[in-house]
């Protein structure tokens, strides 16, 4: 596979294309956390019940997680302009409709369809990123977009809470309204038409396979530890695995012609090595900031309110130092910048393993996380940079929708296992389990670390200017 080729062209301004792909970035992963805070609100203010009200939040979730390869594919076929122009239409209007809900089941409707506008415009962001800028500052752009990720989900709860004191929880939605109508007329004018002007195709039975199978998996991840693993759990894991078998048989018969998923994707080894690494990562990130969260409530007993002030500092530095990762990783080898962060993410999160107990201290559970949010800045835009390095233009929707949903995935996987590790001590004596678990995850960066080294490395022609591929 060929090098991605920036395909801006003559007159495409670049950096005022960024701001607004970032923007699109920031609103869409920001609306995945700013509900928590006015949930309270919503359930008393709809009459819901809590589960209702849960199912407001993870609608939208879910949605991205079951759609992120359709729609990434869908931008491959369609243009990325085009379908980023979509997601944002369809995430402003619905954000309006879920400020107007009456009912739990509008609310929940509404953010099922606001979370579709999501998944559309977010694998258009990456693909536009690295077709639109040059290798030599792609990583500088891609260090932004991970700033406004990190940033997003800092922001998230602060301007949850902000909007529902000042106003109610329906602001929370109406203020999507003139940024995603802002930004919609920004991408028409700005956003340059990429198509290369050979005609695609949806799979739609890979999409009819994929999405349910998708579906399934997420509720087993999400719903398993609250039902305790019953027979109805255990029946839509099956569903899941005979789905994604049908799927994948499907797409091998499929791959001559336009499939859903092409597997020549996966012969890129860096691609197919960084796909397992960010599923180790992102399951990595997700526990580790759960298990530190249940042990400094529930062991140390502290307020909620002293929990947030102690994990946010990783946040914070992971958000601070992203923009000058993603610079410096268009001059250094990203490789070197994914494995510094292992290993600075791996230290501090033994070292804040190691420290707890009665000798704790604040200051001494800050610095263990400023060192992982140090180390966390270093890992996904040197990981997507790998990734995503020789991916050609014609598929690189494809490809970000695909390692999207890698990511979600390793969440998932990261918030199923920590709910089975809780369960475990319910039910029994594990006073020490969680603090054995956080020093376990620090081994996962050793497996991250091993799939890095193996990565080709950059190119010296990564370093200059490409024309626009045909292909």
């Known amino acids: 596979m060929s090098p991605t080729a920036p395909g801006a062209g003559k007159g495409v301004r670049s950096r005022a294309i960024l701001p607004l792909l970032v923007g699109g970035y920031f609103m869409a992963q920001l609306d995945m956390t700013v509900l928590v805070v006015a949930l309270p609100s919503i359930i008393r203010d709809l009459g819901a019940t809590v589960p209702e009200g849960l199912w407001a939040v993870n609608a939208y979730v879910l949605m991205v997680a079951v759609s992120l390869i359709t729609t990434g594919r869908l931008g491959d076929v369609l243009g990325q302009k085009r379908v980023f122009v979509c997601g944002l239409a369809v995430f402003t209007v619905f954000s309006l409709m879920c400020g107007l809900a009456q009912s739990p089941w509008q609310l929940i409707g509404a953010r099922a369809f606001q979370g579709l506008g999501a998944a559309l415009l977010l694998p258009q962001v990456l693909a536009l990123i690295m077709v639109v800028f040059p290798p030599e500052r792609r990583g500088t752009a891609l260090g932004v977009r991970g700033a406004a990720g990190a940033g997003a989900a800092v922001a998230g709860p602060v301007i949850g809470g902000l909007l529902v004191h000042v106003y109610d929880w329906r602001a929370v939605f109406f203020i999507n309204v003139p940024i995603g109508l802002s930004l919609l007329l920004l991408a028409l004018v700005l956003i340059p038409d990429l198509r290369s002007g050979k005609v695609r195709r949806l799979d739609p039975i890979g999409v009819l396979l994929l999405s349910p199978a998708l579906l399934c998996a997420v509720l087993v991840m999400t719903q398993g530890s609250a039902n305790r693993w019953n027979g109805w759990i255990v029946a839509t894991a099956c569903c899941a695995i005979v789905l994604m078998c049908c799927f994948v048989r499907q797409q091998s018969r499929k791959q001559h012609a336009e499939p859903l998923i092409p597997f020549a994707l996966f012969r890129d080894r860096n691609y197919a090595l960084m796909t397992l690494a960010g599923a180790s990562v992102s399951m990595s990130v997700l526990s580790f900031t759960l298990i530190l969260s249940f042990v400094l409530q529930d062991e140390l007993r502290l307020a909620p309110l002293a929990t947030g002030a102690l994990i946010a500092p990783a946040s914070l530095t992971s958000m601070l130092l992203a923009p000058f990762v993603g610079r410096l990783s268009d001059r250094v080898d990203p490789k070197r910048l994914l494995l510094a962060g292992l290993a600075l993410s791996?230290?501090?999160?033994?070292?804040?393993?190691?420290?707890?107990?009665?000798?704790?201290?604040?200051?001494?559970?800050?610095?263990?996380?400023?060192?992982?949010?140090?180390?966390?800045?270093?890992?996904?835009?040197?990981?997507?940079?790998?990734?995503?390095?020789?991916?050609?233009?014609?598929?690189?929707?494809?490809?970000?929708?695909?390692?999207?949903?890698?990511?979600?995935?390793?969440?998932?996987?990261?918030?199923?296992?920590?709910?089975?590790?809780?369960?475990?001590?319910?039910?029994?004596?594990?006073?020490?389990?969680?603090?054995?678990?956080?020093?376990?995850?620090?081994?996962l960066a050793l497996l991250v670390a091993a799939l890095a080294v193996h990565s080709v490395d950059r190119p010296a022609r990564d370093r200059r200017r490409w024309k626009i591929s045909s292909s």
């Open 346 to 443: 791996a230290v501090g999160m033994a070292s804040l393993a190691l420290s707890l107990g009665d000798g704790v201290t604040w200051g001494g559970i800050i610095a263990s996380m400023v060192v992982v949010g140090a180390g966390n800045s270093m890992l996904f835009t040197p990981l997507t940079g790998i990734a995503l390095r020789q991916v050609t233009p014609n598929v690189a929707g494809t490809a970000s929708g695909v390692l999207g949903t890698v990511l979600q995935f390793g969440s998932l996987a990261g918030s199923a296992a920590v709910g089975l590790l809780l369960h475990g001590r319910a039910t029994a004596d594990g006073s020490t389990g969680t603090v054995l678990t956080l020093l376990l995850l620090p081994l």
